[in-house]
């Protein structure tokens, strides 16, 4: 298997020989976004809620058994008291995960991966449009700042504060990109809520990144075996996921988390490479796999 890190610098290389190919590095997505309630709202220029959290979390696909993804979903739904609404769906997507992010936070398509190289195209992302708002917007990141060039590119999307993993100084690091754990991330983003202002957060999960690591697990609520899944890396990484909406499910019932609306997506279907796991996510007749997405607001 190839580490996170070596799998960085292929994509990286590649990225850098396409960008020689010339040409718009931005252009409009072709896939639908999980955030469309927002920037229609932004564009209808109706209100939006005072406290805004998109969470686009790492490899989180749809599985075709949709009894999967309920296992996974199970101790957010469980949660309906606590909730004003809680919509979910899918949508089909294909790509690295900074596609992703701009998918969301954009409406935008990167011809490369390499962002150092954009140097404009960002002036209608959602942080840009909510900081004419008045809202305070921070990007909440377990990676290093450097990976696909985030420590330039957010604040170019518009963001006015960024925290990264040399940020946090955290003494536990996930194997993933030598990271900050995602459980560990969650204190920050729930303190941030504790001001009384417009705010806008977006945390980019990390601990769920291929290759999965077993020794980042331990939450083992979802069991492989009653899905009739070999342990490999589908069963993995459904493993990791259910460990973040657990710990999402617990920050829910946080009195800091009181009004706030909420936007869960995945940034990518989980990258694998056999083809019985591969076909937990799309058949043969489908072009792209989908990813998942959750939408709710706390109560106040």
Not at 125 to 150: A, V, W
Not at 156 to 169: H, I, T, W
Request: charge should be negative.
């Amino acid at each position: 298997m190839l580490s996170s890190n070596i799998t960085f610098f292929i994509k990286n290389q590649e990225a850098n020989f396409s960008s020689l190919l010339g040409g718009d590095l931005l252009i409009p997505t072709s896939y639908k976004q999980a955030t469309k309630p927002w920037s229609e709202a932004l564009k209808d220029q109706k209100l939006l809620n005072k406290k805004l959290l998109l969470i686009v979390v790492e490899s989180w696909g749809q599985p075709l058994n949709s009894n999967i993804q309920e296992d996974i979903l199970k101790n957010v739904k469980e949660k309906f008291n606590e909730l004003e609404f809680f919509h979910q769906g899918s949508m089909p997507f294909r790509g690295f995960t900074v596609e992703g992010e701009l998918r969301e936070l954009c409406q935008l398509h990167p011809e490369t991966v390499d962002l150092y190289q954009i140097k404009t195209g960002f002036q209608n992302c959602l942080p840009h449009q909510l900081n004419s708002l008045g809202y305070q917007t921070t990007s909440f990141h377990g990676g290093g700042s450097t990976i696909y060039g985030r420590k330039e590119w957010y604040p170019k999307a518009g963001f006015k504060k960024d925290l990264f993993q040399e940020d946090f100084k955290l003494p536990n690091k996930c194997i993933a990109f030598d990271g900050a754990c995602d459980w560990d991330i969650i204190p920050f983003i729930k303190q941030s809520f504790t001001q009384d202002k417009k705010l806008f957060n977006y945390w980019l999960t990390l601990t769920s990144h291929y290759s999965y690591y077993t020794k980042d697990i331990h939450n083992t609520r979802f069991n492989c075996k009653t899905h009739n899944l070999s342990d490999g890396d589908a069963c993995h990484n459904f493993m990791l996921q259910t460990q973040l909406f657990d710990d999402i499910a617990a920050l829910i019932s946080s009195p800091e988390m009181h009004g706030v609306e909420v936007i869960i997506v995945g940034d990518h279907p989980p990258p694998l490479f056999k083809a019985d796991e591969i076909a937990l996510f799309k058949t043969k007749q489908m072009s792209d796999a989908s990813v998942g997405w959750v939408h709710f607001k706390i109560k106040d």
